[in-house]
């Protein structure tokens, strides 16, 4: 079940972060990081083409020009990157495309912070019984193939309404990252459970509940942070591999993920198809990367 | 041309000399994949046998493998059609409802003798309802065959019988013209009595199986390989060339089409159509696209709103560009489909048509609304239902254009697409819960009645569109027990024309087979069966 | 330790009773049966099927009786491959998939660790940021882009490799090498971050800080005390790493047409093949729960602190 490397970023910062002249400092050594900051200008100039791209751009994303079906770029009529095979502008495609990678991303990986930090700061915070179950459970799906969720939510809840659809596979997706999650912040948890503002709190008397989520919870935003940006290329990877297997984004919305894998079939014939998505998807996967890196770096204190 | 003109070669040879140096002799390790010396053939076959039991295959890709192995009563030539097999010749009564047929004298691979008691306990263990077979149902023209199968009657019911051991008869539920084609179906394959009794099920492993055809199974590993090789018994094997046979599990055409091109497959039984003319350039005298006994279809929902009305349906079924699907989408091979019954059936007049067909588009638009405005709908009344489409192949594609033509009759009418995994959508299209949904048949014997029963109320749930009219209904039950081929064919026909009218379903497309052969394997003839038995092939030197 | 490992192997029973429990109940959940299709048959012989199959019981009998299979060693039959057992298709696949998983690790070990050494040593120079950036290339593009790519190149235009993963029979070193490149490539690009990683901040320690003091060579100082303890997030990583690549990858299979198991479970998934589905789930579990306890053993033996905990 290699086709999704569920796990490219285990080694999340593992160190504890306190106070805010930290973020500040944080902030200002990532700025010093040249391909950090290289990363974000280019992921803004991305954000910016997904957002509005689509809304801007000359042709509509589900237009069919019959008379110009499959034809390479050409600057006659302003298919700048050519067409697909069912004759929709491959510009306008690749700009939605990126919108609904981006999407699936960033609310995958949402899912996975909310269920991964909530479930890893309960269970590491109570500890005992609480943790051995809550983590038994973590375990048990962790050795469940990834896939073998994924198509089974995919197929379980069918809807006629293609936006929820999409929403179902962020939910899906994201609900299997949460495990790595849950593991990271369980252990930053156990480590500042016993640490003196959180002793202090609790003699001032708040409640378990309010601990976790006032006081624990903003003290593992670090390595939260990166591993949600290096999270979201690998839920774009996943989301490419599922429309591979014909489970991903449904027609007619459409992917990076989804255009790379019928760009892929049209290779031989047609390889600007498969050119221009590959080039989006790796620009904007090695430049969340990179600012993953960089976010690590800066907010690790060693570096100092 | 010498390798160093050839810039990419240079290339090729710069990057790939490490590895070509250190792999030394072993020429690379390639599969020849129609190997002239050895006689060998390599083909990838569209996917994984489910099973190698003639009495439990369902798929097209078995039947290549199975109809290598076994022989029936008929069998195909290169042009797929019946000729006389293990029967050498046959009578019929007067009623056409009694075959006689006589079999020539001939052996299984081990040895024993192959006659009419292996037929005999053939055709009643796939009709027996314990041996589960999902397909016995296109033998239903056989006395008691039905009742057999649905487990009403005990197995030995059947109306086969063995007269003795040469001597074979068929009786029949109604007259069948067609038996010919039907026998050749591998489902009327015989399989040895004395192995079955032996080892059960497991009669068609590798180590146990014999077969009366003209290979013989070596070896199955799954996912990966069927090797079959020649089997020395065979009655004709004097005229069989090829010595070996592999066969792969080709789950991803492109795959395919690539080992092809890189020779490590001689022969292919499915290529994208988008590249046809890429593989045309890159592959000179390897494409052999011709018409095949598959059609595509769209059912409308009849059961319930707003498919009931048949004007919707008619509207919808005018508005569809099929000229622009064949002709753009699938490029090369596929037709416009305005009848049910797909042209270059036996016996058939390929007449039926929409009445409308021949309209221009632009009208058949503007009808259309006419059509959809009289039913009721409009800009107060907004039309609004789902395409259900299965995600495989080329089917996403031709979804996203029936959608455009679709919403482009009036700003009024809006389509949902819902592509779904094959077996969530034929659940559903079981369970009457789509609106409208796309779907294929295959033809399983060259007859009209295989693509005209879909469409009779009997038909039970198979019947997607909930279809039930019951003139429809009584012509083709006329024409089961019409005796004249010609009258049973004009019967058929006016059922059909009825049938288009009403617009049950919505014609798509009429599709072709696509194969990659190379050009030096002879007797490999386009069919419109896509029947092409191996011990018809050849070397051309 | 032998104790720790038997303990491991104890708890993990109950794991994997609830991993069958669990994807035993989610698959039945999902709509179609194996006996769906395009083609339908006559509704007594589906009737007949799926009590031969016993899909006509409550679902929790059905896990009872799949769990005494089990017991017995039996997965049961195959839904979909009427010919064959669940073992044997198993048996059929799983050394494809192992042979492959487990050159690709190696060969992931070899290159990725050696780039993250190299990049670690030459932090924030161009060196550093070339091989991040090889590195981070390689998780950016799909096998599907780079399985086809190669097979396109390297075995048609150029004809220097098979493009296929076996010769009919047997299985040759130069059949595996495109699929074990494009196999490794994103493990590669983990492993090297990884190594880096690690390999920087052990550099930092203070037991390297001493060995250089005492004036040992460096090389020395970087293979004999550095590399030991740098290397122990890889180890932690390629235990389920190696348990995913070793049940197979769907997209490799299917391009180089390979007999895996990893293409054979999504199709059965798709076809709804439900002891197939649950034979390959439970092979997968098993050596995710195995290959994490050797990666913790393995981890205590290098890690003299963990050891003591």
Known sequence: MSDIPTDAAPAAASHAVKGRSLWDDARRRLMRNPAAVASLCVLAVLVFLAAFGPMLWVHPVDEIFRDRVGIPPTFDNWHILGTDTEGRDLMARTLFGLRISLLVGLAATLVALIIGVTWGAIAGFFGGAIDDLMMRIVDVLYAIPFIFFVIVLMTMIDTPDPFLKLMLIFVAIGAVEWLTMARIVRGQTIALRKKEFVEAARAAGASPLAIVFRHIVPNVLGPVVVFATLNIPVIILAESFLSFIGLGVQEPLTSLGRLISDGARQMINAPWMLFVPAVTMLLTLLALNFLGDGVRDALDPKER | ?541 | MLALAVRRLIVAIPTLLAIIAAAFVLMRAAPGGPFTKERQMPPEIERRLEAKYGLDLPVGEQLTRYLGGLMRGDFGPSMTYKDKTVIEIIAEGAPTSAILGLSAMALALLVGGGLGVAAALRQNHVQDYAVMAIAIAGVCLPPLVIGPILQLWLGVEWGILPSQGLHRDEIGLIYLIMPVITLSLPLIAVISRLMRASMIETLRSNAIRTARAKGLPEAQVIWRHALPIAVLPVVSYVGPALAGVMAGSFVIETVFQLPGIGKQFVLAAQQRDYTLVMGVVLIYSFLIILLNLAADMLYRALNPRAREA
């Open chain 2, 1 to 541: 041309m010498p390798f160093w003109t050839d810039r990419r070669r240079l290339l090729a040879g710069a990057a790939g000399l490490g590895a070509s140096a250190s792999l030394g002799a072993c020429a690379n390790g390639r599969i020849i994949g129609f190997d002239k010396v050895n006689k060998t053939l390599d083909i990838a076959n569209q996917g994984e046998p489910l099973s190698l039991d003639p009495h439990k295959a369902t798929g097209t890709w078995e039947n290549n493998i199975i109809g290598n192995m076994l022989l029936g009563l008929t069998t195909e030539d290169a042009h797929a059609e019946p000729i006389p097999g293990m029967a050498e010749r046959w009578e019929t009564s007067e009623d056409g409802l009694t075959w006689t047929f006589f079999l020539r004298s001939a052996r299984w691979s081990d040895g024993e003798p192959c006659d009419a008691h292996d037929f005999e306990f053939a055709l009643k263990r796939i009709l027996n309802p314990e041996t589960l077979s999902e397909y016995a149902a296109i033998l239903y023209p056989i006395k008691n065959a039905e009742a057999v199968n649905k487990g009403e009657l005990p197995p030995d019911e059947v109306g086969v019988t063995a007269i003795d051991d040469l001597t074979f008869e068929i009786r029949l539920e109604h007259p069948a013209p067609y038996l010919p084609q039907l026998l050749k179906h591998y489902t009327a394959y015989p399989i040895p009595k004395h192995i079955y009794e032996r080892h059960g099920n497991d009669w068609v492993k590798p180590e146990n199986i014999a077969v009366n055809g003209p290979y013989t199974l070596r070896r199955w590993w799954s996912n990966y390989i069927v090797h079959l090789e020649k089997n020395p018994g065979f009655y004709d094997a004097a005229n069989v060339v090829l010595e070996h046979l592999y066969f792969y599990p080709g789950n991803d055409v492109n795959a395919s089409a690539r080992k092809v091109m890189s020779g490590e497959s001689g022969w292919s039984t499915l290529f994208p159509l988008s590249q046809t003319a890429e593989l045309r350039r890159a592959l000179p005298g390897y494409v052999r696209i011709a018409p095949w006994l598959v059609c595509g279809y769209f059912s409308f929902n009849m059961t319930r709103p707003p498919f009931d009305d048949k004007r919707v349906r008619q509207a919808l079924s005018m508005a569809y560009d099929r000229e622009f699907v064949v002709e753009q989408i699938l490029r090369e091979g596929s037709d416009a489909a305005y009848k049910f019954v797909p042209p270059g059936i036996a016996g058939y007049p390929a007449t039926a048509r929409y009445s409308w067909a021949d309209l221009p588009m632009e009208e058949r638009k503007r009808e259309a609304e006419r059509l959809l405005r009289a039913a009721g709908y409009g800009p107060n009344n907004p039309l609004r239902f789902a395409f259900s489409h299965r995600n495989t192949s080329d089917n996403p594609r031709v979804a996203v254009v029936v959608q455009s033509d679709w919403t482009s009759i009036a700003p009024w009418v809006t389509v949902e697409l819902r592509g779904t995994e094959v077996q969530v959508h034929y659940a559903n299209l079981r369970a009457k819960n789509f609106d409208v949904g796309d779907g294929g048949w295959v033809a399983d014997y060259n007859d009209a009645k295989n693509y005209l029963y879909l469409l009779e109320t009997r038909t039970g749930d198979q019947n997607y569109p909930g279809y039930s009219n019951p003139e429809y209904d009584r012509l083709m039950r006329e024409s089961d027990f019409e005796p004249d081929a010609e009258r049973r064919a004009q019967l058929m026909f006016e059922a059909e024309q009825m049938m288009l009218e009403d617009a049950p379903i919505c014609m798509s497309t009429f599709g072709s087979s696509r194969n990659l052969v190379h050009p030096d394997l002879t007797g490999y003839e386009d069919n419109i069966e896509d029947q092409h038995r191996a011990r018809w092939f050849g070397i051309r030197s």
